[in-house]
């Protein structure tokens, strides 16, 4: 399970690229590649000059570029109109959940998005981040017990705290799953 580092999105397993922004981790090298593999096909079809004659007639090799081109524009299309449902979903998901979304971040309320809305995947994400940083706030209160570090740790870990809930919260008003800087990355839920 992950999530794009653009927009904050699901990515479901097996895909390369987030299906909301387009966005691959790999700098769009995957595209590049296939580009590259579609520009090799083309040319070498386009370096035999070799009429084909098969039971249907003849086949050139400029008929062959443009079946080539078609597929790939189809591919490509295939891939937008993907894009496009699943952004409409999360927008969607996100549009219904945002209320009960700022619970998340709230400590020991995270629990009731849990329960009465399980399945929704901006809450999961959000109940995560919210966990991840309530855990973040545990360890820091049990700092306070050594000396002088604890003091140190305390202060400074309670700004980055503060921080982070209300980049939480702002990322919940706007409708994103974007993770929270250092402990967004901890995975507690699925």
């Excluded at 580092?5 to 990515?11: D, S, V």
């Excluded at 740790?153 to 994103?176: D, E, H, Q, T, Y």
């Amino acid at each position: 399970m992950s999530y794009c580092q653009n927009c904050g999105a699901y990515i479901p397993d097996g895909e390369k690229t987030c299906l909301a922004c387009g966005w691959s981790p790999d700098g769009g090298a995957q595209a590049r590649a296939e580009s590259r593999r579609e520009e090799n096909t083309s040319k070498s079809y386009a370096q035999s000059d070799t009429k084909r004659t098969y039971s249907y007639g003849t086949f050139t090799d400029e008929d062959a570029e443009r079946a080539a081109e078609k597929t790939a524009k189809a591919r490509e299309d295939e891939r937008k109109a993907k894009r496009r449902a699943y952004a409409n979903e999360y927008r969607a998901d996100a549009r219904e959940n945002k209320n009960l979304a700022y619970l998340c971040y709230l400590g020991p309320l995270v629990l009731i998005p849990l329960l009465l809305k399980p399945n929704s995947a901006f809450l999961r994400y959000h109940c995560n981040q919210g966990i991840a940083l309530t855990l973040f706030c545990i360890l820091l209160s049990l700092c306070d017990w050594l000396p002088v570090i604890g003091g140190l740790a305390g202060l400074v870990g309670g700004i980055c705290a503060i921080v982070w809930f209300c980049m939480g919260l702002s990322n919940v008003s706007k409708g994103r799953r974007r993770p929270l800087p250092v402990i967004g990355g901890i995975k507690i839920l699925k």
